[in-house]
Structure formats: structure tokens, C-alpha cells
């Protein structure tokens, strides 16, 4: 089914029908080709401030150069009882700077990120997404290390591959793919499993209720062990439902309603050392043992677009904040005159929709990979000021760079507000969803054990670990003893766990009840934070609390001495409504030794809304291939019948 381009998008006015060939649409991508590549916002006509200003010397572009784009909306056609829409995965040339040669990508539609695929609320969907790809991955995988430790500088800072060793295997991986529409509560047969691949010809059909309340989701490769490469080459876009109650709050629309989809990239260097436009996969790799720092490129992307800016009006923005980046977390701030604005950032929205009121952010909007987060700002107070949307660090100077925790260039993108008198009457609103509510402890099953996922350092693999741990009586056991943790909460009361699985293809799988509520407890042994993502479901956040890490034998990998309760944290404003990532660990710097960062244990309330088989795992992607368990949800009448627990 050929899909409905908004008449709003950077591709209006170009005669689609022209493009037909043979009954088939030559698709998004001829268009894209035929546009501008860099579409001016219309809003915002009078000269505004701001400007062009020089990155970092070894980055070698200009910030601020191209104005950000946004990406072409996709909507579905009416068929009866359902919508219907084709997406097409093609490999294109990219135009991401001005500066830069065009990259080669793998993408939906020849675009990156992917077409926003708009749909209203309650409407069934069924989405034909079709593997046109052509050609390998076209990515340069690398890795670099000292024997002595991290690097006060990591080569990651820096565009080129010198330096580094080429990782094997990546360069000669074909287009397969699985693709995942990421916060969409479907059964398992269309959540695209990550093993049923579709090669190049084939097509994955995949149905989905979309009956969720107005969200933003998201959808990317999930091809298993590659997605770390195939994300990296492009293949993520945006997907947004909405709903009556969104329409009737009156909330900012149109020019005013901004997608910024963040992420990060690096890039190769030719003999003169001048930038290619090749995609460079660089990660440090640590120490003697080799142990994998997460993937950081120095180039940050809005909306495909590396450090833009955007001409705003001088009056209240919808934005939808989308973290696709393969491990950065961005610790987001917005400056003017070089000074963060309290309160700039009202959040309304989080991963699964709205939330009850705004809630302004105090500090840093800390967004890790595959969370999302809705904000009013209101440019109304700069009239005719430049401001700038920074990722900075705790402990750092909003806007400074940071080369040992890969910050060289800080800056996200630039906002020029016109110089005019506010247009638009909009008000913050005191209620935003009246429909959404906190899980209270009524709420929460008082006939089922809590689930425990431990999360540890590296191990004998050199590779952090996901485990999976059942709660057993202490009587016997000899502490320290691999594979058992004991855990003492703020009331005292000793728990004793035991692995029961850590690697994918471990004994049994969690199962859940469909229509369930579960309380699972995340809880990090290791102070480098994991950004945990369910399938098949969502979840509220019920705490945060810090833990003194320091009883765990990382030797023998179990606990010499209880995991102990030191202290509640609170939750982030993006934190405080329908999830389906959390973070487990500081957002912040991290430092060792006893005194250091602690652990920290989050516990969710989770539901089950559908059934199949998913998976649950750390949504960094160079962690996915090792830190990913399966997870079945079963009718009810169901759950007894095997042997599943």
C-alpha cells in the first residue's frame, strides 16, 4: 500500500505520480533526492541571531552552519478496519553537513533519520517493511586501547582510524534486518524478533494494535549481534500516535511542534586528512583485559543534521526528544549567554505518552539510548538572542569540553529566536493528561515473588553481565559464593539471590501472565549505568535508592557482605510516567573506590498488555549481544500448563 506524505513536509509540491514506474513507487528516497537538502523553517522570517561558529580544529566543521531538518511525515492509508502502510529500507547517499561529502547509509527511504510515521490513536496498523538494501554495511568498525588503563584522551574524540585495529568480520556483513517498532505494545509475532531476518527482496509484515495512548515510539534495526552496526549505518526513525485528549489540550502544533532525534557519529579521513563522509564504528577498549568503553562519536546529529540550528519565534515549542544513539547518554541543558536557563525544560510527556502535569527540569534532562521526552520551552523571554542546546557532564562547566569523558564538542544545536513580538496566546497548562495516573500500592501484586535483575561488571568474558536471580534461604550457603548476591533493604529485612541465568540461551525464560503486573528490581553492581528496555510491555518507575556495592567479591562474583541500603534518590521529571527504558546508575561521573559512585537498584511496576516472546536487555547497543534475556508472556490460563516459571 503506497503510504500518504504530509503536504507539510521538505518534500511538498514534488509530483509523486511522476515517480510511479511500473505499478511501484520508486519511493521517499527519489524524492528526498530531488529536494532541498536543507530546509529553511518557515516560521521565523525576520533576521535572527546566532551564527556559523568553528567546532573543535581536529573535527574540522562548522557548528551552526546548516539549519536542522525535519524529517517527511509518513501516514497510513484507511483500509477498511486497519491502516495500512509500505516502508522501504534503501541504501542512500546522505547529505549530513554541508562540508561533508555525502555519507552512505543504510536507511528507511532513503532519509536519516527514517520518515515520521504519524498515526491517530485506536487505529489498527499493519506496516510492509521492505528490504531494498544494497551493498555491505557500509561502516568501518575499529577499536583502540593501552594496556595501562582508559585514555585521558580516547582516539573516539577524533575523526580518521589511526590508531586503531580493524574489528573482523564487520566490514563483509550483507543487509539483513529486523525491524523493531520500538514502545509499541504488540504481540511477539510482529515485534520483530530479532533472529526472523528478511534479506534483500523480502519483507517483514508486521500488525500492530496501536491502541496506546498519544506517544512518541520509535523504530530501528534489531537484527541480532549486528544492530550496534546496522542502527550506526542509519536505520532508525520516528513513529508518533495521537489522540483526541493530545488535540483538545490546545498544545503547541505545526511549525511549533519539533522532532529533535539525537545521536552520534564519527567519520573517516582520506590520505590529506580530510574528512570522507565514511562511517567510522570507534570504541576504546580498555586495560590489559580489553574491557569495551561505550561507543562515543565525537559529531552530534539532530534529525540527521551534525550541529544545526533552528529559527524559532519568540513563544512557546513542542519538542519530542529522542535518544537513538548507540550508548551516549545526553545530559541535556539549554543555555543563554553561556548560562543554563532554570526551568527551561517542561517536561509533559515521556516514553509511553503524557503525564499528569509539566514538571520543569532542575539540572540536566538526562536522556540514555532509546528513552524519549516531551518538553514545552518558551523562546518568548530572548527575543532576538541565540541560545544553545548543550550535552554537558556533572561536575563540568555547562558548555565546556570534557576530552576524557568524550564531550570535545558540547554543543547539540543552536536556537535563533526572531527579534518580534510574540505571536501565539499558549499557556502552560496546569493538567496535561487527566487521564494518566501513578501506579499506587493497590496497584501492585501481593501474590507473586519480585522479579531480580542483576546487572555486574565484566567477568570472565571481559564483558558486563545481565543476571536473571531467584530468591532462596541463606541456610548452607558459604558467602562469598558465585552467582548469590544477598541484598539488605532500608528496613533491615536480608534477601538472598541466585543466578539462575545470564547468557541468552540460559535455561528458562521469565514468563508473565498476560494482563499482569510485576515488580521488577533492577539492581547495578557496577557504578557505569545501563539503560534497561522491556518488550512486550511497559512500566512506571516506583524508586531509585542508592546501594553500597562495596560486599561484592568481583573475584569470585558473588557478595562477601550484604549489598546495603544507603540512600533514596529521586526521579527525573522524564522518569515520572509510562516507561519502557530506565536507566540503572548515575547519569553522571563516575568514580571508583569505596567512597566512589554507588550502586543503585531501580524497581518498576510492570504490565503485560500482550503476549509472544520478546526479550528484555540493555539498550546499549555494543551491550545488546551479551546483556539480552528472552521473556514470554502467556495467556493466564496458560502459565501452568509447562514448565515455565
Known amino acids: 500500500m503506497e503510504p500518504t506524505y504530509d503536504d507539510k513536509s521538505d518534500l511538498a509540491g514534488l509530483n509523486r505520480r511522476a515517480l510511479l514506474r511500473g ?60 491502516d495500512e502502510l509500505t516502508v522501504r529500507m534503501r541504501t542512500a547517499d546522505v547529505t549530513l553537513h554541508s562540508e561533508l561529502p555525502p555519507v552512505t547509509m543504510w536507511t528507511y527511504e532513503g532519509v536519516c533519520p527514517g520518515p515520521t510515521i504519524e498515526t491517530v490513536s485506536g487505529r489498527p496498523l499493519r506496516v510492509v ?4 538494501l544494497t551493498g555491505n554495511l557500509p561502516v568501518s568498525a575499529v577499536d583502540f586501547g593501552l594496556a595501562k588503563g582508559p585514555s585521558p584522551d580516547p582516539l573516539s574524540n577524533y575523526p580518521g582510524t589511526e590508531g ?38 523480502e519483507a517483514q509484515l508486521s500488525a500492530y494494535p496501536n491502541d496506546q495512548a498519544a506517544t512518541t515510539l520509535w523504530y ?71 574491557l569495551m568503553r561505550p561507543h562515543a562519536g565525537p559529531y552530534t546529529l539532530v534529525n540527521g543534521v551534525i550541529w544545526p540550528y533552528l529559527e524559532v519565534d519568540p513563544r512557546w515549542y513542542r519538542f519530542r526528544i529522542v535518544n537513538t544513539a548507540n550508548s551516549r547518554i545526553y545530559r541535556l541543558m539549554l543555555l543563554a549567554d553561556g548560562r543554563p536557563v532554570p526551568g527551561a525544560l517542561q517536561v509533559i510527556g515521556t516514553d509511553q505518552g503524557l503525564i499528569d502535569r509539566p514538571i520543569p527540569v532542575d539540572g540536566a534532562l538526562n ?36 576530552r576524557r569523558n568524550d564531550l570535545l564538542e558540547p554543543d547539540v544545536m543552536q536556537f535563533r529566536v526572531a527579534d518580534r513580538r510574540p505571536a501565539g496566546r499558549f499557556t502552560l497548562p496546569p493538567v496535561v493528561s487527566p487521564t494518566f495516573r501513578r501506579v499506587t500500592r493497590a496497584d501492585l501484586p501481593h501474590d507473586r515473588a519480585d522479579r531480580w535483575v542483576v546487572l555486574v561488571g565484566p567477568g570472565a568474558a571481559n564483558l558486563p553481565e545481565l543476571w536473571e536471580m531467584e530468591e532462596i534461604d541463606a541456610t548452607g550457603i558459604t ?25 541468552y540461551d540460559d535455561g528458562k525464560a521469565f514468563t508473565a501472565a498476560h494482563d499482569s503486573v510485576e515488580v521488577w528490581k533492577y539492581l547495578n553492581l557496577a557504578a557505569a549505568p545501563h539503560p534497561m528496555h522491556i518488550h512486550l510491555a511497559h512500566f ?26 544507603k540512600a533514596a534518590a529521586a526521579l527525573e521529571p522524564h522518569e515520572r510516567g509510562e516507561k519502557d527504558v530506565v536507566r540503572v546508575g548515575t547519569a553522571g561521573q563516575i568514580t571508583a573506590g569505596p567512597n566512589g559512585t554507588p550502586g543503585e537498584l531501580v524497581t518498576v511496576a510492570v504490565r503485560f498488555p500482550v ?35
Open 220 to 290: 530501528h534495526d534489531h537484527t541480532h549481534h549486528v544492530s550496534r552496526f546496522s542502527v550506526y549505518a542509519g536505520l532508525a526513525g520516528l513513529f508518533v500516535s495521537r489522540n483526541a485528549e493530545e488535540r483538545a489540550l490546545g498544545l503547541p502544533k505545526g511549525d511549533h511542534e519539533v522532532p529533535l532525534i539525537l545521536s552520534d557519529r564519527n567519520f573517516g579521513l582520506d590520505a590529506s586528512g580530510a574528512l570522507t563522509g565514511r562511517l567510522v564504528h570507534k570504541v576504546e577498549m580498555v586495560g590489559a583485559q580489553r
Open 540 to 565: 512506571q518507575v516506583l524508586s531509585r535508592e542508592n546501594y553500597d556495592i562495596g560486599g561484592f567479591d568481583r573475584v569470585t562474583r558473588g557478595s562477601a557482605r550484604p549489598i546495603a541500603f
Open 164 to 201: 586503531c585495529e580493524e574489528v573482523p568480520g564487520v566490514a563483509g556483513l550483507p543487509p539483513w534486518a529486523a525491524v523493531h517498532l520500538h514502545g509499541m505494545l504488540t504481540g511477539g509475532g510482529n515485534d520483530g524478533w530479532m533472529e526472523n531476518l528478511v534479506a534483500p527482496g
Open 479 to 503: 558467602f562469598p559464593s558465585a552467582g548469590v548476591v544477598q541484598v539488605q533493604d532500608a528496613e533491615g529485612t536480608v534477601r538472598t539471590l541466585r543466578r539462575t541465568a545470564m547468557a
Open 367 to 402: 536522556l540514555s539510548p532509546g528513552e524519549r521526552a516531551e518538553v514545552l520551552v518558551d523562546f518568548g523571554a530572548f527575543r532576538g538572542q541565540a541560545l544553545k542546546l548543550v550535552n554537558t557532564m556533572q561536575g563540568i562547566t555547562p558548555g565546556a569540553s570534557d
Open 23 to 82: 505499478g511501484t513507487a520508486v519511493g521517499l528516497g527519489a524524492l528526498a533526492a530531488a529536494a532541498p537538502l536543507f530546509t529553511r523553517p518557515r516560521t521565523a522570517a525576520a533576521a535572527a541571531p546566532g551564527g556559523p561558529e568553528p567546532s573543535a580544529a581536529e573535527l574540522k566543521l562548522t557548528k551552526f552552519r546548516d539549519p536542522l531538518r525535519i524529517p517527511p511525515v509518513l501516514r497510513p492509508r484507511d483500509h477498511g478496519g486497519h
Open 611 to 645: 503476549v509472544g516472546r520478546g526479550v528484555h536487555h540493555c539498550h546499549m547497543l555494543e551491550h545488546e549481544q551479551h546483556m539480552m534475556r528472552p521473556l514470554v508472556v502467556t495467556p493466564a490460563a496458560h502459565l501452568h500448563m509447562g514448565g515455565h516459571h
Open 129 to 132: 517493511w521492505e528490504n531494498r
